[in-house]
């Protein structure tokens, strides 16, 4: 076996300057749940050994292993890195990743179960069970466009020939997280902006590190119990067990980045996590904290960080990080429950389902007869702001989106118009 591996170095040495760094502490590096391909080709192979992915040539001592291909692929990977699709949904001929994280014929022996965030930092019941899966739902992060957003915003770590899965993970160092899902120092991501080591592993690399104002949701079905874990307060404070995903997210997704989205044809919202300041401020979901009396659910209503405003959430709070089977990779469980339905449409009154899981769901009251209510009362001409059919609900999201606020109110060609009642509050 020793000789095998010392052949295999030699055999990359040829076309890769290797180095093993940290890789034998990560999962494809482990001797017992590794990297094994199903093929008799390798069986000579240790788990764990390079070249369950890195083939010279395309091939094995002449043979060629299990995906077979005609041409020798970029950094002698079994398969090439990306198809170059511009959309999904994706086969496992696009990504090579999707060669063994799938639930469908997995060149992994006996495969590899990868659930989507919901269910393993949620608890949520699984619904997908491999990542290609969880791509090909109703919204995905769009590998074309996050490979073309890492190659512009850091060139030199990312070229036309990397994996997009590269932007947010390392291959030869991601570790196990979903083993431990309480455990960062066992994380699986890298920031794209420092590729080279993982993110979260280290002291100051923690939610509770970006804010002290972070209050974990409840883990699913529970009142008593929280993600990422199922466990209580974690010893060090909401947020010390997890990574830092804001400003993970937020290596992209930030106020100054403009990011192209294929799959909707537009340019992405800018996000501004970060600026205080009430109404003029970023978001109240980020650092900049609500300003009127909150209609909350527990566990904020009552959280022992004993603020009544001020919380500031994780993206994943919300979001998954692959794909989900609501638009906006919304995720499917949020708070300790599921969404009472999928939001499947942008331009909805659907959006009830998430907030509701955080906030009281009487949008009549929160809207209209709450003391600090934008537009108390209800005001006159109802069908100004609800249309001619009268009280039906408005769509939420021409009020409530990242960065927005109630200026449709005061623009004649967006609905609904109805400048009296312009407040200008910050809506998200
Ligand atoms: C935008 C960033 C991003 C991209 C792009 C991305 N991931 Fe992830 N991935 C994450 C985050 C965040 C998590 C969940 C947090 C964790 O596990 O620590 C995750 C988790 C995972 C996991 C562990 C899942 C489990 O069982 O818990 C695997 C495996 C994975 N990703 C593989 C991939 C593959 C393969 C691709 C490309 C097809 C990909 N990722 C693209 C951010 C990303
Ligand atoms: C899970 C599959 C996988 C395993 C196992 C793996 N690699 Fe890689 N390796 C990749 C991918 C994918 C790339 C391309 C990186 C990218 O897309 O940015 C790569 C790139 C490289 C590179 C090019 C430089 C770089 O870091 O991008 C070297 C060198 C390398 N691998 C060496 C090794 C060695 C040595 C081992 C074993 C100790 C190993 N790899 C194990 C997937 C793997
Ligand atoms: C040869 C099969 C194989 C290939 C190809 C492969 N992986 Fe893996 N991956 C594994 C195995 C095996 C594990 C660990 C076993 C497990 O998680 O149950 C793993 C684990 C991971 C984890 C740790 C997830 C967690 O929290 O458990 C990440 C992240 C990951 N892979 C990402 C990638 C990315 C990104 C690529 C492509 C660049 C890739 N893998 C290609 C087999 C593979
Ligand atoms: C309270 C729940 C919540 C949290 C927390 C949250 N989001 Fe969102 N996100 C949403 C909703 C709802 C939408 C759909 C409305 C919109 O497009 O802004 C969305 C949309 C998005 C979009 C698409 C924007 C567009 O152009 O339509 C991106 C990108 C995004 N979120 C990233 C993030 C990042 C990064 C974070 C953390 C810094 C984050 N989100 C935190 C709920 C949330
Ligand atoms: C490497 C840069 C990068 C990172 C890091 C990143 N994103 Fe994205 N994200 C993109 C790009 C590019 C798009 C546009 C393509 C698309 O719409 O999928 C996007 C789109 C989105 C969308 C809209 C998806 C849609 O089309 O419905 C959401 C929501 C989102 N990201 C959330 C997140 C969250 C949450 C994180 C952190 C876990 C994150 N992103 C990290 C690059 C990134
Ligand atoms: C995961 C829980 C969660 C979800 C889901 C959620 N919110 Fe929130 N929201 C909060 C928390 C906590 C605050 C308080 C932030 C602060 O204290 O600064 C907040 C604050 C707000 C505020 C600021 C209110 C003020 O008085 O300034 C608005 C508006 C808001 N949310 C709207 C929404 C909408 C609309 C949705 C659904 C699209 C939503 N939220 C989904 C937890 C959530
Ligand atoms: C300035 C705009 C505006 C005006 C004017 C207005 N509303 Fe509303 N109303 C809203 C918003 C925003 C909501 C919350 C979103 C929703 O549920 O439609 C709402 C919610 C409601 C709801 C709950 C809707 C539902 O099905 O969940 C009722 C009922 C309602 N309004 C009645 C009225 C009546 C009656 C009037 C006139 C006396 C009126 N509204 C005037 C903006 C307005
Ligand atoms: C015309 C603009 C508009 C529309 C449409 C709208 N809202 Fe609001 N909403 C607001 C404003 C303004 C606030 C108050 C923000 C503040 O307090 O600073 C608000 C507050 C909220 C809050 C925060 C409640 C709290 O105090 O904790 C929630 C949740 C919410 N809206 C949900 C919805 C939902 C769900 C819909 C769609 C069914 C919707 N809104 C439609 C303008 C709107």
Redesign the pocket.
């Known amino acids: 076996m020793k000789v095998l591996v010392i052949i295999l170095s030699v055999i990359l040495s040829f076309c890769l300057p290797v180095k093993a760094g940290n890789y034998s502490l990560s999962a494809h590096g482990n001797a017992s749940y590794g990297v094994k391909r199903d093929d008799t080709n390798l069986s000579g192979y240790a788990q764990g050994n390079c070249a369950h992915c890195h083939e010279q040539h395309a091939s094995i001592n002449g043979t060629e292993p299990n995906p077979s291909s005609a041409k020798a692929s970029k950094f002698c990977l079994f398969a090439d890195n990306f198809s170059g699709t511009q959309a999904g949904s994706y086969s496992q001929s696009d990504d090579f990743c999707f060669y063994c994280h799938t639930s469908l014929e997995s060149l992994q022996v006996n495969g590899i179960t990868n659930k989507d965030y919901s269910a393993t930092f949620g608890g949520a019941t699984a619904s997908v069970t491999g990542i290609m899966d969880t791509f090909n739902q109703t919204s995905y992060h769009n590998l074309y466009d996050v490979l073309n957003s890492a190659k512009s915003y850091w060139p030199s770590t990312f070229t036309a020939d990397s994996n997009p899965c590269a932007a947010c993970h390392n291959p030869h160092l991601a570790k196990r997280n979903k083993a431990y899902p309480g455990d960062p120092s066992y994380t699986a991501i890298s920031k794209p902006s420092a590729h080279d080591q993982l993110w979260g592993d280290d002291p100051g690399e923690r939610l509770s590190d970006f804010t002290t104002y972070y209050q974990a949701p409840y883990y699913y079905g529970s009142t008593s119990t929280y993600e990422p874990n199922n466990q209580g307060k974690p010893v060090n404070g909401w947020g010390s067990n997890m990574p830092d995903y804001d400003s993970f997210c937020t290596d992209c997704h930030n106020s100054t980045n403009t990011i192209y989205s294929t799959t909707l044809s537009r340019n992405l919202y800018k996000i501004d996590w970060i600026t205080a300041g009430g ?1 003029s401020g970023g978001d ?1 979901h980020g650092k900049n904290a ?7 659910k527990e566990p904020f209503a009552s959280s022992d960080l004993g603020i009544t405003t001020g919380f500031v959430l994780s993206c994943l709070d919300c979001h998954e990080p692959h794909g989900s089977p609501n638009v906006m990779l919304i995720r499917r469980e949020v708070n300790g429950g599921n969404l009472s339905g999928n939001i499947t449409v942008f331009s909805t ?1 659907y ?2 389902y998430l ?2 899981r955080c ?3 009487d ?1 009549k009251y ?2 209209h007869y ?1 003391s ?4 108390p009362g209800p005001p006159k001409g109802c069908k100004s ?1 609800h249309g001619s059919s009268m009280k039906g ?4 999201n ?3 989106f990242h960065g927005g ?2 200026s ?2 005061n623009d004649s060609s967006a609905s ?1 118009y109805c400048p009296t009642y312009y ?1 200008g ?3 998200f």
């Open positions: 109404e109240k609500a300003t009127t009396g909150l209609n909350i009154i959006w009830s907030c509701g906030h009281k769901d949008y929160i809207h709450d600090e209510a934008p537009y702001c609900p408005i769509n939420c021409y009020c409530h606020d109630d449709c109110l609904p407040t509050r910050r809506c």
